[in-house]
């Protein structure tokens, strides 16, 4: 019997999604199954920002871990890309180490992860500037001021006093002022406080020290050099000097050895924190600014009170930079030590500090390579670097984005990068557990909201939002019913994540579900499951190989152990021990090494008979 052409044209794939892009290497599925490329840094977008939410345990950490390690992969790029990852905890350590174990032992100083800390030996100088420079970028200049702004705000209050912005420019002005070479005091070099530029110095000569005679056992008279009595010399006079060196060189070693050198000296040219005490105390600032804040006191009384408040209890702000990740271009930054939910300031504070350290490297754009900004000297070394730059890939990503969604600075330094991001060609990724934490709204001014929502060029939704969250979600991406009755669809299956997928384009916007498949030796290296993570770190430990335990792993357990260890820990007890968890997480650790073992033994067998 011949079928109806209404009931013939719906089995037709006429209605199945499309990707929104004419080309993609980030493979997903739809529901039916059918592939969908999707491309990062599209040239049909205007900007590359990326919101991901989801509720704990929805994937949303292994979806973004999984689209950075695709970054890493795109096909064209000539190096690693640039990314960074502020976090809070351990969501990104899977990728740093299966990123480490790809590359070549020597090049494996190019990924790392390091936790933030409050103490000296972990110092961030929220005043450096690029290596060369007497003064900082604009963006640079922006930052100190959010950065000093925020040291300056009342725990108890929103945001600072009115003029404080204008103030804190002003200090920081006369700060770098004051250590110029021909009109200011600038810093002089001491041996010493780093060993490791005593070292470079001393090495390639860079400094003209007196002569040590001695007679040997031999009558000989032996001439060294007295590290400890040399010409006066300043950090920037040693920074041009290193970077000429450098320059000169045909020798790649020396060369990076110069130029690492040149970076540790000018971490020592530039204003640390106390440094401002004495400007805010000087006459210009205390005429420039009578006007009385909060606390019943002049602006630079306040100021000098906050600053002396933050130098006393916040030693990794007082001090040069110690805090060393320069050689990194991917790198996790881990906020686990410094975040406290009671203490708002605090948060603020180390989440500009590691995006101050996440963007160093590649904040250059094509207006700050200019005469008017860069010495002379420098000049061809940052438009080649600008060139480099320009054909890198960068991100920056948020993971648990809601421990900064209080602090509006830091909300407004997001924002800044969501909208101004494109023109150092950095996309930007955001995850967090709720829609509604990348919404700012306190103190019921206008200017004061952030809506990151409003600016995201892709949504992922990885968990149906609900009561407030759905209300946002109506509010700033659709209200289409087929969206919003489909919610159902999205959660973990065999299949992989189902997400609901958004994506706005120079065309149009365009929403879908499609699932994100990872294999199961990619699940073991990115979940951030608890017990999962547990059972990882005791393979490790009996296989120290990762590419060797990730193949047991995911031969023994598949795509995760939760289920399997809920099932053995039901037999043991009820409710079991510490000690109980880690015992019966070994002794499946073991069993699953053993079992491995033989398998492989058997397959030999298999093969030599």
């Known amino acids: 019997a011949a079928v109806q052409l209404p009931h013939a044209l719906s089995l037709l794939p006429l209605a199945r999604p499309a990707s929104p892009f004419n080309r993609g290497t980030v493979l997903h599925k739809t529901l039916d199954g059918k592939l969908m490329p999707l491309e990062k840094f599209s040239s049909q977008q205007n900007t590359w920002v990326a919101i991901i939410t989801g509720t704990p345990g929805s994937g949303k950490s292994v979806l973004?871990?999984?689209?950075?390690?695709?970054?890493?992969?795109?096909?064209?790029?000539?190096?690693?890309?640039?990314?960074?990852?502020?976090?809070?905890?351990?969501?990104s350590t899977g990728l740093i180490n299966l990123l480490r174990d790809a590359l070549r032992p020597e090049m494996r100083h190019l990924v790392t992860s390091k936790r933030l800390r409050k103490d000296r030996r972990n110092a961030i100088n929220p005043f450096d500037i690029k290596p060369g420079l007497t003064f900082p970028l604009e963006s640079e200049r922006t930052q100190m001021v959010s950065f000093l702004s925020t040291m300056m705000t009342p725990p108890e209050a929103e945001k600072p006093y009115d003029d404080t912005t204008t103030f804190c420019a002003e200090v920081i002005k006369m700060a770098f002022e004051s250590i110029q070479e021909q009109t200011g005091t600038p810093k002089m070099y001491k041996p010493h406080i780093n060993r490791e530029l005593d070292g470079i110095l001393q090495e390639y000569n860079m400094i003209s020290y007196a002569e040590k005679v001695h007679v040997d056992e031999f009558g000989r008279t032996i001439r060294t050099p007295d590290h400890e009595n040399f010409d006066d010399v300043t950090y920037f006079s040693i920074v041009r000097k290193l970077h000429r060196a450098g320059e000169m060189t045909n020798n790649k070693r020396d060369r990076l050895r110069l130029w690492r050198g040149r970076d540790l000296a000018q971490r020592y040219a530039v204003p640390v924190m106390r440094d401002l005490i004495?400007?805010?105390?000087?006459?210009?600032?205390?005429?420039?600014?009578?006007?009385?804040?909060?606390?019943?006191?002049?602006?630079?009384?306040?100021?000098?009170?906050?600053?002396?408040?933050?130098?006393?209890?916040?030693?990794?702000?007082?001090?040069?930079?110690?805090?060393?990740?320069?050689?990194?271009?991917?790198?996790?930054?881990?906020?686990?030590?410094?975040?406290?939910?009671?203490?708002?300031?605090?948060?603020?504070?180390?989440?500009?500090?590691?995006r101050m350290i996440a963007v160093k490297k590649f904040s250059l754009s094509e207006e700050d390579v200019t005469p008017e900004k860069i010495p002379a000297m420098f000049l061809p070394y940052y438009r080649n670097l600008l060139r480099e730059l320009s054909m890198d890939r960068k991100t920056l990503a948020y993971d648990e984005f809601s421990n900064a969604k209080e602090d509006l600075a830091t909300m407004k330094q997001v924002e800044t990068d969501a909208r101004e991001g494109r023109k150092w060609g950095t996309e930007l990724i955001l995850a967090s557990q709720y829609i509604k934490d990348f919404k700012y709204t306190k103190g019921g001014k206008e200017v004061d909201a952030v809506n990151l929502?409003?600016?995201?060029?892709?949504?992922?939704?990885?968990?149906?939002?609900?009561?407030?969250?759905?209300?946002?979600?109506?509010?700033?991406?659709?209200?289409?019913?087929?969206?919003?009755?489909?919610?159902?669809?999205?959660?973990?299956?065999?299949?992989?994540?189902?997400?609901?997928?958004?994506?706005?384009?120079?065309?149009g916007r365009y929403a879908t579900y499609i699932t994100n498949q990872v294999g199961n030796k990619m699940m073991w290296s990115l979940t951030t499951d608890q017990i999962d993570r547990s059972m990882r770190a005791a393979v490790l430990s009996k296989v120290p190989n990762l590419s060797r335990a990730?193949?047991?792993?995911?031969?023994?357990?598949?795509?995760?152990?939760?289920?399997?260890?809920?099932?053995?820990?039901?037999?043991?007890?009820?409710?079991?021990?510490?000690?109980?968890?880690?015992?019966?997480?070994?002794?499946?650790?073991?069993?699953?090494?053993?079992?491995?073992?033989?398998?492989?033994?058997?397959?030999?067998?298999?093969?030599?008979?």
């Open 278 to 354: 004495p400007i805010i105390q000087s006459d210009q600032i205390k005429q420039n600014f009578t006007n009385m804040v909060g606390s019943n006191e002049t602006m630079p009384d306040f100021a000098q009170r906050a600053i002396r408040a933050i130098v006393s209890e916040y030693e990794c702000f007082s001090y040069a930079t110690e805090f060393d990740v320069d050689t990194a271009r991917v790198l996790s930054l881990d906020l686990q030590d410094v975040i406290d939910k009671n203490n708002r300031k605090q948060t603020a504070l180390f989440f500009q500090a590691a």
């Open 64 to 91: 973004m871990n999984k689209l950075l390690y695709e970054t890493c992969l795109m096909p064209g790029i000539q190096r690693l890309p640039w990314i960074s990852i502020i976090d809070k905890g351990i969501s």
């Open 550 to 609: 990730m193949a047991i792993l995911a031969w023994a357990f598949g795509g995760g152990v939760s289920s399997r260890y809920q099932e053995r820990a039901a037999m043991i007890g009820d409710a079991l021990t510490d000690q109980q968890r880690e015992s019966l997480i070994n002794t499946m650790a073991e069993e699953a090494v053993y079992a491995y073992e033989n398998f492989e033994r058997q397959q030999k067998l298999l093969k030599s008979s």
């Open 453 to 507: 929502l409003d600016l995201a060029t892709t949504l992922c939704v990885c968990s149906p939002p609900q009561d407030e969250n759905l209300t946002l979600f109506k509010e700033s991406v659709t209200t289409h019913p087929g969206v919003l009755k489909s919610f159902s669809q999205i959660g973990i299956s065999s299949a992989g994540l189902t997400y609901f997928a958004y994506f706005v384009t120079k065309t």
